[in-house]
């Protein structure tokens, strides 16, 4: 195969807009099959991600890193050189308890000020993190801590305690478990008090950028979690090369000090790469123990982030609530009207920025002033009022919900990464949106398009192993090479497109293949929908399983009058309900061709929820565990006449 590079400059609107250059490499025939962003920071060459807190002493004791919720629902700064003083403290706490160089500590814990602490602290001691989801189960906790080799729990609360103390209980050598409720960082403190400060300097300073900092295991879709080890080398090029291509924009557009309200969960490791990358640019953080839209939506007026990082599932809950509340006051059908302007007034914004066609004419634009009194400034003041950026991950977000936010203010940067490559992989640069895009690589970052469709990844942020397992390892590495198992496309600017997953790809019995999470995707984007998974392999036709969310039915059942108790029997069969669906389901084949589309589906009883492990813990359908569960339901949906 022919090939010839040629060097993609981003267009020089501004110098932020220009700082990133895409490499490219193209086949014969002019498709781009491979994307590389130089880096954007030097690599660590000697220390460690441990040393960011001291760092920040030492360099501005005074600035505030932190903002820790106080007991009457304030927010208490926390300075670089007191947040230093305490990961001291709590890493001379463990050391006394027993922590050796390279031990592991496992934290089983909601997001919240502590876990902060505890994860520099581990590091600072000379240890390893191994995050726990705290909704895991005993089952699971008995793999992470037998297969990781933690000899140290830290949990959040009494009933995550118990769990580890039922799921080790068969262990040879249990670990000593602490609990965040019950005052272990203060026990902690108290255990090493008679240490001297050098003991964790020099443990610290032993550390090299090779050296593993965490063991992060996968959600497990299919079968048992894999532990993947990531440096210290690998955090810092996540952490690093995203502040120096985000930062400088984030401040000189909003004007603002950076501020953001974490809410991942830090057991996955978006949410750890942001913490790191926040401290290291002292970039202001809070924390909120919940990404329910209702718990966090308080927290959000209060803190008043200037950007944010999410999931999809918290835009489609905003926008889903702001309809919910025009339709409670009779003004679902305004709120619709303002919708599709957004999408309009995005669409043609975006054309006229990006160079490539007119921009809003006089009609629109009048359009969108109106609704930006009535719809979209509120969704700004639900979100802090500060806001004016944020990056969603995970999953891909609807185009047309990313346009509408556009339209409301709130630029949405889409990214695509896995556990084993640190967190982000791509992301879509600043101001150079890519709506239906997950961006090219992120700085210092390679990404190939294999033969069959396969999205590779090499570069720094590349995991280094599966902690033993060395035969997975082998499976997914190759010359340096990641195979992340997606399928995927790259444009003609180096924009990632992500298309599936490689084993979830159905082959109907006409021989279509279809990628289902385009799919759901869309699907899920579209109230009243909970989860779906789609079906079809081996079938004459794709179908389609549907759960409702339960507060869309609440909704539903208030905007059409219903007594709240409507058995869900009666409110599935409900023609108004299921046309509800059917426009879900239509939006989503529109993102396809027909032999792709849904053409039946039906709406099953229950959830899938991570409780009956239908979803893991990132909130990733069990494809298995669904079919399993709801094969009769399959099976009627291609009965003749099903």
Excluded at 6 to 16: G, I, P
Excluded at 412 to 423: F, H, I, N, R, S
Excluded at 532 to 555: E, F, M
Excluded at 603 to 617: A, D, I, Q, R, Y
């Amino acid at each position: 195969m022919g090939v010839r590079r040629d060097l993609k400059r981003a267009k020089q609107r501004t110098d932020l807009a220009a700082r990133a250059e895409v490499e490219l490499t193209r086949d014969e025939a002019g498709t781009v099959r491979e994307a590389y962003t130089p880096p954007m920071a030097e690599p660590l060459t000697t220390g460690s991600i441990a040393d960011i807190p001291y760092t920040n002493a030492a360099e501005a004791p005074g600035a505030v890193v932190l903002r820790r919720r106080t007991a009457d629902g304030g927010w208490a700064p926390v300075t670089a050189a007191a947040f230093a003083q305490e990961v001291t403290a709590v890493a001379k706490g463990l050391i006394a308890a027993g922590l050796e160089p390279g031990g592991r500590v496992a934290v089983m814990s909601r997001t919240r000020y502590e876990w902060t602490v505890l994860d520099f602290a581990v590091w600072a001691a000379g240890g390893r993190t191994v995050p726990v989801y705290p909704t895991s189960s005993a089952p699971q906790v008995d793999w992470i801590v037998r297969d990781s080799g933690a000899r140290h729990v830290v949990t959040e609360t009494a009933g995550n305690a118990a769990t580890v103390v039922s799921g080790t209980a068969g262990h040879t050598h249990p670990p000593r478990v602490w609990q965040l409720d019950a005052d272990a960082l203060t026990d902690l403190i108290t255990l090493g008090e008679h240490l001297p400060d050098e003991e964790v300097t020099e443990r610290r300073t032993a550390l090299t950028p090779g050296t593993a900092a965490t063991i992060c295991y996968t959600s497990g879709t299919t079968g048992r979690p894999k532990g993947c080890v990531l440096t210290h080398a690998n955090l810092h090029a996540e952490a690093a090369n995203t502040v120096e291509l985000l930062h400088p924009v984030f401040k000189a557009v909003t004007r603002r000090t950076a501020s953001t309200l974490l809410f991942l969960p830090l057991a996955h490791i978006l949410g750890r790469t942001l913490q790191i990358a926040c401290l290291l640019a002292r970039i202001e953080i809070g924390h909120c123990p919940s990404v329910k839209p209702d718990e966090l939506r308080p927290l959000l007026k209060e803190f008043r982030p200037t950007f944010l990082v999410g999931v999809p599932y918290l835009f489609e809950k905003i926008h889903d609530t702001a309809r919910a509340t025009a339709e409670k006051i009779g003004r679902g059908a305004s709120f619709d009207r303002a919708d599709r302007t957004a999408v309009r007034f995005a669409q043609a914004h975006l054309r006229k920025f990006l160079g490539t066609g007119k921009g809003p004419g006089p009609g629109l634009y009048a359009a969108w002033a109106l609704y930006d009194l009535l719809v979209y400034r509120r969704i700004r003041k639900e979100l802090g009022g500060r806001l004016r950026y944020a990056i969603s991950g995970g999953s891909p977000l609807d185009r047309d919900l990313t346009l509408f936010f556009h339209a409301a203010g709130i630029v949405v940067y889409e990214g695509y990464g896995l556990t084993e490559t640190t967190a982000a992989a791509t992301i879509v640069p600043p101001l150079e949106p890519r709506p239906g895009t997950v961006g090219p690589p992120v700085p210092g970052t390679a990404v190939r398009i294999a033969a069959d469709g396969e999205v590779l990844i090499r570069g720094g942020i590349v995991f280094e192993a599966y902690w033993n397992n060395p035969q997975a390892t082998d499976a997914v590495l190759s010359g340096g090479w990641f195979a992340t198992g997606d399928l995927g496309s790259l444009d003609q600017d180096g924009c990632l497109t992500i298309t599936g997953r490689k084993k979830d790809i159905l082959v109907t019995s006409g021989g279509k293949n279809v990628s289902p999470s385009i799919l759901e995707d869309r699907l899920r984007s579209r109230s009243p929908i909970g989860q779906c998974l789609v079906v079809g392999d081996n079938r004459p036709y794709v179908g389609a399983l549907i759960t409702l969310d339960p507060d869309a039915v609440a909704h539903w059942l208030a905007v059409h009058k219903m007594p709240r108790d409507t058995p869900l029997s009666a409110i599935r069969q409900d023609p108004r309900l299921r046309a509800a669906v059917q426009r879900a389901v239509d939006h989503a084949n529109e993102a396809v061709s027909r032999a792709e589309s849904i053409r039946a589906f039906t709406l099953v009883e229950g959830e899938f929820t991570e409780e009956n492990g239908m979803l893991t813990p990132s909130l990733k359908v069990k494809r298995h565990a669904v079919t399993t569960a709801y094969a009769k339901e399959i099976e009627a949906l291609y009965a003749p006449g099903g």
